[in-house]
């Protein structure tokens, strides 16, 4: 058979069939490939080849694998050594694909691949192991036959379940006549193979003889779907609600950060503590935290002593974005997150708690699967979800069986909860916003996000029973005004809030006046404003702030002297130490905001007020840390585009016309500038082909064929031979140079 090499196949391709395998696999374009014997080698690299095969499917993996049982990659085979019950049509398609990827070559009756297609993924998807030479002249079938039903039912589950099995049984090897167990017997006869003291190994041969016919899963399995008209609706309303935990967490951090664990991650304590007050899963907190984080919302502040996870100023202006352009700021760090969320709060192989925001969840290759996920859902029809989504790993699991690792299938689970949970997919469908994002980018995600989210209503309705309902996501001025006012009672499509005392005492707290909450709830409120809402303005407003403070480090004054006394006499006086030292004045050494906490703690209702007697609000605002300044989207590695494609199989032939033209005695610049000039100058006055060496910026050396032009300014220009394109060289990259013997 032919024993044409793979740099000689490569050579003899067209220039699209060389730039559809960088197409294909653009690590062998970096750095660029001086010829066509560079890229072979590149391309039979164990690294490189395992990276193929991680995106091939099982069918095309079986047809490798049966290429490979026959010695493929030892020596060329014809194509009929590919035994599998499907048509000879499918079998070359699959051989055609081994071809423009450049792991297999030749023609049908010579095929051959590259040794490191052996080696790149360990054992096949096939479930067969590796080949046992003591079985290179058994006729293994008969073998098989021949032996115990015991015997048999050990090589079947193996071939059904993977080649490697563990038992206690292959301790020692036994002759056959001593040997006592189905497991002894079988490593006697050469029918397993030893691993170690406790795994054996079903040879290759035995699992083609024994394997069932169903072992090989050759065409593509389909998922039930289904339709539904509101998938866009219903990812709107999955995305305000994540909105709102994702402010609520904001709030929650500002006030109070949380520590930040010894080993890095947050700790399993403050995660409970904040689901709770959102009333979610832990699971779902996990993810909030940690695309909060992605999104540089939240950050480890890196305190020398105590750090803690406390809001950026970033969070601020995110607060203030439109809920559209927030969900897609969220989802964008969420689909590009370099961590897997959904192995948070588990345990590892030592029982080692994996705690939220720590480096044991980063998993650099998660972008990329979560990606997958998606644009498996994205080939449905819009609308269109899947059933069961134990159906969808297993449709991606055929794609790409090399990919994932053991959490393979819990890789889609988690996608497509996170996903739902995050408002890209609904019922199982991929929804128009995650489309646009998966597609388009963030910007055209938000727009399209907008078009689906209900429209801010700009009115709320006030209850009798003091509570205030929002029918819908309300403007932002406005949900901010009434949050000041009241308190979240319960979240969804309409929120429910309650106006109490104390919701009353913090508005006041902030500024506000008994005639601003009129005109607040009188031009918001779409229901007449009950009298009990009125009277409760009027009530606190009336007793709030007759009582002030003030720094001396701090005083309280009050026009009535009564109350004066009835607070210097007080149980908390002592505590505060209160001094009067004026029948409406009295003063404190200790800070004011810790007076007026304690004053509200024993039922007084005080107020702060600034130098001119104006209430000001000396509540903590929340504290902010500046964000780290990361890329906005993660810069993947690109395909060169066609261009740089083209420009690169030029570059390619010219290295391969080099190599092969004859050179007299080439000179070294380094060792003699002078000559090397003299060289090229003189070829460029008789018009003489030179061979120049050269390294790149990169320091990659290869090879050109040149008809010098112009020597000046330390460049070297000068044509083509064969394509007359112009090509300029810096002197100081020529490495070696020769004039090209004439034939």
């Given at each position: 058979?032919?024993?044409?090499?793979?740099?000689?196949?490569?050579?003899?391709?067209?220039?699209?069939?060389?730039?559809?395998?960088?197409?294909?696999?653009?690590?062998?374009?970096?750095?660029?490939?001086?010829?066509?014997g560079?890229l072979?080698?590149r391309?039979?690299?164990?690294?490189s080849v395992?990276?193929?095969a991680?995106?091939?499917d099982t069918?095309t993996?079986?047809?490798?694998?049966a290429?490979?049982?026959?010695?493929?990659?030892?020596?060329?085979?014809?194509?009929?050594?590919?035994?599998?019950?499907?048509?000879?049509?499918?079998?070359?398609?699959a051989?055609?694909?081994l071809?423009?990827?450049?792991?297999?070559?030749?023609?049908?009756?010579?095929?051959?691949l590259?040794?490191?297609?052996?080696?790149?993924?360990g054992?096949?998807?096939?479930?067969?192991?590796?080949?046992?030479?003591?079985?290179d002249?058994?006729d293994v079938?008969?073998?098989?036959?021949?032996l115990?039903?015991?015997?048999?039912?050990v090589?079947?589950r193996?071939?059904?379940n993977?080649?490697?099995?563990?038992?206690?049984?292959?301790?020692?090897?036994?002759?056959?006549?001593?040997?006592k167990?189905?497991?002894?017997?079988?490593?006697a006869?050469?029918?397993?193979?030893?691993?170690?003291?406790?795994?054996?190994e079903?040879?290759?041969?035995?699992?083609?003889?024994?394997?069932?016919?169903?072992?090989?899963?050759?065409?593509e399995?389909?998922?039930?779907?289904?339709?539904h008209?509101?998938?866009?609706?219903?990812?709107?309303?999955a995305?305000?609600?994540?909105l709102?935990?994702?402010?609520?967490?904001l709030q929650?951090?500002?006030?109070?950060?949380?520590?930040?664990?010894?080993?890095g991650?947050?700790?399993?304590r403050?995660?409970?503590?904040l689901?709770?007050?959102?009333?979610?899963?832990?699971?779902?907190?996990?993810?909030?935290?940690?695309?909060?984080?992605?999104?540089?919302?939240?950050?480890?502040?890196?305190?020398?002593?105590?750090?803690?996870?406390v809001?950026?100023?970033h969070?601020?202006t995110w607060?203030?974005?439109?809920?559209?352009?927030?969900?897609?700021?969220?989802?964008?760090?969420?689909?590009?997150?370099?961590?897997?969320?959904?192995i948070?709060?588990?345990?590892?192989?030592?029982?080692?708690?994996?705690?939220?925001?720590?480096?044991?969840l980063r998993?650099p290759?998660?972008?990329?699967?979560?990606?997958?996920?998606?644009?498996?859902?994205?080939?449905?029809?819009?609308?269109?979800?899947?059933?069961?989504?134990?159906?969808l790993?297993?449709?991606?699991?055929w794609?790409?069986?090399?990919r994932?690792?053991?959490?393979?299938?819990e890789?889609?689970?988690?996608?497509?909860?996170?996903a739902?949970?995050?408002?890209?997919?609904?019922h199982?469908?991929?929804?128009?916003?995650?489309?646009?994002?998966?597609?388009?980018?963030?910007?055209a995600?938000?727009k399209?996000?907008?078009?689906v989210?209900?429209?801010?209503?700009?009115h709320v309705?006030v209850?009798?029973?003091?509570t205030?309902?929002?029918?819908?996501?309300?403007?932002?001025?406005?949900?901010?005004?009434?949050?000041?006012?009241a308190?979240?009672?319960?979240a969804?499509?309409?929120?429910v809030?309650?106006?109490?005392?104390?919701?009353l005492?913090?508005a006041?707290?902030?500024g506000?006046?008994?005639?601003?909450?009129?005109?607040?709830?009188?031009?918001?409120?779409?229901?007449p404003?009950?009298?009990?809402?009125?009277y409760?303005?009027?009530d606190?407003a009336?007793?709030?702030g007759?009582?002030?403070?003030?720094?001396t480090?701090?005083f309280?004054?009050?026009?009535?002297?009564?109350?004066?006394?009835?607070?210097?006499a007080?149980?908390?006086?002592a505590?505060?130490?209160?001094?009067?030292?004026?029948?409406?004045v009295?003063?404190?050494?200790?800070?004011?905001?810790e007076?007026?906490?304690?004053?509200?703690?024993?039922g007084?209702?005080?107020?702060a007020?600034?130098?001119?007697?104006?209430?000001?609000?000396?509540?903590?605002t929340?504290?902010?840390?500046?964000?780290?300044?990361?890329a906005?989207?993660?810069?993947?590695?690109?395909?060169?585009?066609d261009?740089?494609?083209?420009?690169?199989?030029?570059?390619?032939?010219?290295g391969?016309?080099a190599?092969?033209?004859?050179?007299s005695?080439?000179?070294?610049?380094?060792?003699?500038?002078?000559?090397?000039l003299a060289?090229?100058?003189?070829?460029?006055?008789?018009?003489?082909?030179?061979?120049?060496?050269?390294?790149d910026?990169?320091?990659?050396a290869s090879?050109?064929?040149?008809?010098?032009?112009?020597?000046?300014?330390?460049?070297l220009?000068?044509?083509?031979?064969?394509?007359?394109?112009?090509t300029?060289?810096p002197?100081?990259?020529?490495?070696?140079?020769?004039?090209?013997?004439s034939s």
């Amino acid at each position: 058979m032919s024993g044409t090499t793979l740099t000689d196949w490569l050579r003899a391709r067209g220039d699209e069939a060389l730039a559809a395998v960088l197409r294909a696999r653009p690590d062998l374009a970096t750095p660029r490939p001086a010829n066509t014997g560079v890229l072979a080698a590149r391309a039979a690299t164990r690294a490189s080849v395992a990276r193929v095969a991680e995106g091939l499917d099982t069918f095309t993996l079986a047809v490798l694998d049966a290429l490979l049982a026959a010695g493929a990659d030892r020596e060329p085979v014809p194509l009929t050594v590919v035994d599998i019950d499907v048509s000879a049509q499918r079998v070359r398609a699959a051989v055609r694909q081994l071809r423009d990827l450049a792991v297999a070559w030749g023609e049908d009756d010579a095929i051959s691949l590259v040794p490191a297609a052996r080696e790149a993924g360990g054992l096949f998807p096939t479930g067969l192991g590796r080949p046992s030479p003591a079985l290179d002249d058994v006729d293994v079938a008969e073998a098989v036959a021949a032996l115990p039903v015991d015997e048999q039912d050990v090589l079947t589950r193996l071939a059904s379940n993977g080649p490697i099995g563990n038992t206690r049984d292959a301790a020692v090897v036994v002759a056959l006549g001593q040997a006592k167990t189905p497991i002894q017997r079988l490593l006697a006869r050469g029918l397993l193979t030893r691993v170690d003291a406790t795994t054996v190994e079903l040879p290759r041969q035995v699992g083609l003889v024994v394997r069932p016919e169903s072992a090989i899963v050759v065409d593509e399995p389909k998922p039930k779907t289904k339709a539904h008209k509101a998938v866009d609706s219903t990812a709107a309303g999955a995305a305000l609600e994540f909105l709102r935990f994702t402010r609520t967490l904001l709030q929650a951090w500002s006030e109070e950060p949380a520590p930040v664990l010894k080993v890095g991650g947050l700790g399993i304590r403050d995660l409970r503590k904040l689901t709770k007050v959102l009333d979610i899963s832990e699971r779902d907190g996990v993810l909030l935290v940690e695309v909060a984080v992605a999104a540089s919302l939240v950050v480890d502040n890196e305190a020398a002593t105590n750090p803690e996870y406390v809001p950026t100023h970033h969070s601020d202006t995110w607060v203030t974005a439109s809920p559209a352009n927030q969900w897609a700021t969220l989802a964008a760090a969420w689909l590009d997150l370099p961590r897997l969320p959904g192995i948070g709060g588990m345990r590892d192989a030592k029982e080692r708690l994996l705690a939220p925001l720590s480096e044991d969840l980063r998993r650099p290759v998660a972008p990329l699967e979560r990606t997958r996920v998606l644009r498996a859902l994205a080939d449905l029809k819009p609308g269109t979800g899947i059933v069961d989504v134990d159906e969808l790993a297993a449709l991606l699991a055929w794609r790409a069986p090399r990919r994932g690792g053991r959490l393979r299938d819990e890789i889609v689970r988690w996608t497509l909860q996170e996903a739902t949970a995050l408002g890209i997919v609904a019922h199982g469908a991929l929804t128009g916003p995650g489309r646009t994002l998966l597609e388009e980018g963030t910007a055209a995600a938000a727009k399209r996000m907008a078009e689906v989210m209900p429209e801010p209503i700009d009115h709320v309705l006030v209850q009798a029973d003091l509570t205030v309902v929002a029918p819908g996501p309300l403007e932002p001025h406005l949900a901010m005004r009434i949050n000041e006012v009241a308190d979240v009672e319960s979240a969804g499509s309409a929120t429910v809030y309650r106006v109490s005392e104390t919701s009353l005492r913090r508005a006041l707290d902030g500024g506000q006046s008994a005639s601003d909450l009129h005109e607040l709830f009188r031009t918001s409120s779409r229901t007449p404003v009950p009298q009990s809402l009125t009277y409760m303005i009027d009530d606190v407003a009336r007793r709030h702030g007759r009582l002030r403070g003030g720094a001396t480090a701090s005083f309280l004054r009050c026009d009535d002297p009564a109350l004066i006394a009835e607070v210097a006499a007080s149980p908390v006086a002592a505590a505060l130490r209160l001094r009067k030292i004026a029948p409406t004045v009295l003063v404190s050494p200790v800070a004011l905001v810790e007076i007026l906490d304690e004053l509200r703690a024993a039922g007084f209702t005080p107020a702060a007020e600034d130098s001119e007697g104006q209430v000001v609000d000396l509540r903590p605002t929340g504290r902010r840390v500046q964000a780290p300044v990361r890329a906005v989207r993660r810069v993947a590695t690109k395909a060169p585009d066609d261009d740089q494609l083209i420009d690169i199989v030029v570059s390619m032939r010219a290295g391969d016309r080099a190599a092969d033209s004859k050179r007299s005695r080439p000179v070294t610049p380094a060792a003699n500038t002078a000559d090397t000039l003299a060289l090229l100058q003189g070829a460029a006055r008789a018009q003489q082909t030179v061979w120049v060496g050269m390294v790149d910026a990169n320091g990659v050396a290869s090879e050109r064929l040149l008809r010098p032009q112009r020597i000046g300014g330390g460049v070297l220009e000068g044509t083509d031979p064969d394509t007359e394109g112009i090509t300029r060289i810096p002197l100081h990259r020529i490495t070696r140079a020769a004039v090209v013997e004439s034939s």
